[in-house]
């Protein structure tokens, strides 16, 4: 089967193709294909935002389609940012938003975060299969670590005793909540 990845986050891209190697004939991106589509993410949940993207891609080929929605939820924030995390602070502007959730959790003690991430496939035939993943940790005060995106710099993991930016690509992947939902979508295509 012939994969397209309805992204054009270059960091996402990487991390998805790492986990599927080797599980699709080929697997490609939007920016692979020359296409571009960048649908608005009206969803309430992480499913339907993931479900928009496959669906707006699946009109530009007739390849099966990968999306997924990804956020980061803050307990102390009661779930922000959420499904807005790309655009909390400002349109996929990584270090606004990062700022702004530093900002909100300021004298802020209870610091539990987890990152959330859902994947869809959609068939040309307009079958769904989903994964989800999720992976636990805190906020910390100050952004620590030069590796990963988005909000990794200022995401503690508790199972990796590190920040995502301080891990390498490999140790991210082993705990990952992306990495946790594509496993959780091949589970179910065996």
């Known amino acids: 089967m012939k994969l397209l990845i309805a992204s ?9 193709k790492a986990v599927l190697d080797g599980k699709f004939d080929e697997i490609t991106s939007l920016s692979e294909e020359g296409l571009v589509c960048d649908p608005d993410e009206t969803g309430e949940t992480f499913y339907d935002n993931a479900l928009i993207k496959a669906h707006a891609v699946a009109q530009l080929t007739d390849k099966a389609v990968l999306a997924d929605d990804t956020g980061l939820c803050i307990k102390a924030l009661g779930g922000r940012p959420g499904v807005h995390s790309a655009r ?18 300021h004298n802020v003690t209870d610091r539990a975060a987890y990152f959330q991430s859902v994947v869809v496939l959609l068939y040309p035939d307009g079958k769904i299969i989903s994964g989800e993943g999720k992976v636990s940790g805190y906020i910390l005060n ?49």
């Open 8 to 16: 054009n986050n270059k960091h996402k891209i990487e991390e998805i």
């Open 88 to 105: 909390y602070a400002d349109d996929h502007d990584n270090a606004a938003n990062r700022r702004k959730v530093l900002t909100e959790l």
């Open 142 to 190: 100050d952004e620590k670590g030069a590796n990963g995106f988005g909000y990794d710099c200022i995401f503690y993991s508790t199972e990796l005793n590190k920040t995502f930016a301080e891990a390498t690509t490999d140790e991210k992947l082993t705990v990952s909540h992306r990495s946790r939902a594509l496993q959780d979508l091949l589970s179910k295509l065996k």
